[in-house]
């Protein structure tokens, strides 16, 4: 369920409104007059909730759901969640997509008319310093001895823990930040996240409603970049370390004291244990998983789950040794090559 703090619910609507925002029908026996309070991710949602499942990875999610109704696939299904409503959609994301703009039409900007720099509404501890040009948006709230640079944002509902430092033309919306945390210059905190529905007609943007979570002592980096959840939440664990221009897909979770090096980034709903070292300009694609105290060389590339524990390199990361190995037989290959040619 979307964070009140951040989205303003249109809701209740009626099962019969929301098949025609989705272009779908509904199914027989279902009562069209029955009345949906909002949308959630199917381990979130309970029965006043409307949820979807168009992936095989959240099968396990789907069946153990709460949901009072979910927009499913167009094919049967002989085990589903005894709790739901199932609503075929020939276009499950978008049908979703449509809905969710529904109930949070407002869902991607955070622009509120306020005659002042810090909104009346706003809460702020002792000892906050705000630098010229800051703007602190309603119903947030900054602990005490925090410090923000100049010109930076903080938006509607944000919370800010103790000691923190913000820094100039930073902005963070969409989030809950921790104590001494430090994010500089320029970072982007709460951006939308990177999610379509693409179709014949174009690419749909797919409303997201998440949150960021940023725990106690982290730190990220001038012009780094950290995107909210679609649904859930977006977490960057205690003690992380985070440089300059790197990208945070939405969903995705980082453990504890991870260190994330320039240029490198996470997709969407990828997920770093504790510990995980990653090296300049890495890629970590979406939904994989990486286990504790892995490590990875720079330019390495992750396609698929990996345990911890282990370092890597290359594309697709594999293990570092192995990787030194292959580079090894290919310049030796190379080399031959050569050599046969120019005979």
């Not at 090096?261 to 070292?277: E, K, R, T």
Request: glycine residues 16%.
């Amino acid at each position: 369920m979307a964070d009140p703090r951040f989205y303003d619910n249109r809701g209740p609507i009626r099962l019969s409104e929301i098949c025609v925002t989705a272009g779908i029908v509904p199914p027989a026996g279902a009562d069209s007059g029955a009345l949906v309070y909002d949308v959630a991710g199917l381990a979130q949602a309970g029965p006043p909730h409307l949820s979807f499942f168009e992936s095989s990875r959240a099968k396990a999610e789907f069946l153990a759901t709460k949901a009072g109704w979910c927009l499913t696939g167009q094919q049967s299904y002989p085990v589903a969640p005894k709790a739901s409503v199932l609503l075929p959609s020939a276009a499950i994301v978008r049908s979703f997509s449509a809905i969710a703009r529904r109930f949070y039409p407002e869902h991607e900007g955070d622009i509120r008319e306020q005659d002042r720099a810090v909104h009346p509404s706003a809460r702020l501890g002792q000892g906050v310093v705000l630098g010229p040009g800051v703007i602190v948006g309603p119903a947030a709230e900054i602990g005490d001895e925090v410090r923000i640079g100049a010109y930076a944002i903080i938006g509607r509902g944000v919370t800010i823990g103790r000691r923190a430092q913000i820094g100039p033309h930073a902005t963070i919306a969409f989030a809950h930040v921790g104590d001494d945390v430090l994010i500089q210059a320029g970072a982007r905190i709460g951006g939308s996240g990177f999610g379509f529905s693409s179709a014949a007609d174009g690419h749909q943007k797919i409303p997201q409603l998440g949150r960021v979570i940023i725990q106690d002592h982290v730190e990220i980096g001038a012009n780094a970049t950290v995107d909210r959840g679609a649904l859930g939440d977006t977490v960057i664990g205690e003690g992380t370390k985070i440089d300059n221009l790197v990208q945070i897909g939405h969903n995705s979770r980082i453990g504890r004291h991870c260190i994330m090096a320039g240029q490198s980034g996470l997709s969407g709903s990828a997920v770093l244990g504790d510990f995980v070292i990653v090296g300049g300009m890495t890629g970590i694609a979406d939904h994989v998983t990486v286990g504790d105290r892995a490590r990875f060389a720079g330019l390495a590339g992750a396609a698929h789950d990996l345990e911890g524990g282990r370092d890597y390199g290359g594309i697709p990361a594999r293990p570092v040794r192995e990787w030194h190995r292959q580079n090894a037989l290919l310049a030796g290959l190379a080399k031959k090559s050569g050599r046969s040619s120019d005979g």
